[in-house]
């Protein structure tokens, strides 16, 4: 949460993007209150089993 914020307060006017891998953390009612206060950041989740796109895990 406080890394969302950090950008929330840097990239005050660009859309945002931020790519996480899919831990239950990242779909919390408390991340998803922060997003809908904050539209201009977009979590996009990365395919589940998907050592390609996540190389800590090859």
Known sequence: MSFLQLIANHYKEKLTTVV???ATIHHSQLI???LAKNERI???DLPPYSPDLTPIER
Request: aromatic residues 12%.
């Open 20 to 22: 996480v891998d899919n």
């Open 42 to 44: 977009l979590l996009i």
């Open 32 to 34: 998803q209150d922060f």
